[in-house]
């Protein structure tokens, strides 16, 4: 499959515990953290969720 690469460019504060554990799972621990991660349709579904909050690119 191809790899995402997940930024998080907007902060967690102020946001429901839900989407603060989506980004934990994801990896994202602080602003401007960037991960790599599998494009499968779970760690899209998270990314929809806080879409938001994160920036996406192909690797």
């Known amino acids: ?3 995402i ?3 998080q460019v907007k902060s967690r504060i ?3 515990a839900v989407q603060k ?8 621990r602080k ?3 960037v ?3 599998e ?3 779970s760690i899209l579904g998270m990314v929809k969720r806080v879409r938001h909050l994160v ?3 192909n690797a």
């Not at 554990?21 to 994202?28: N, Q």
């Open 1 to 3: 499959m191809a790899t």
């Open 5 to 7: 690469k997940i930024k």
């Open 14 to 16: 102020n946001c429901p």
């Open 21 to 28: 554990r989506t980004l934990d799972a994801l990896g994202l």
């Open 31 to 33: 602003m401007n953290h």
């Open 35 to 37: 991960v790599e991660k």
């Open 39 to 41: 494009a499968t349709p």
């Open 55 to 57: 920036e996406v690119t």
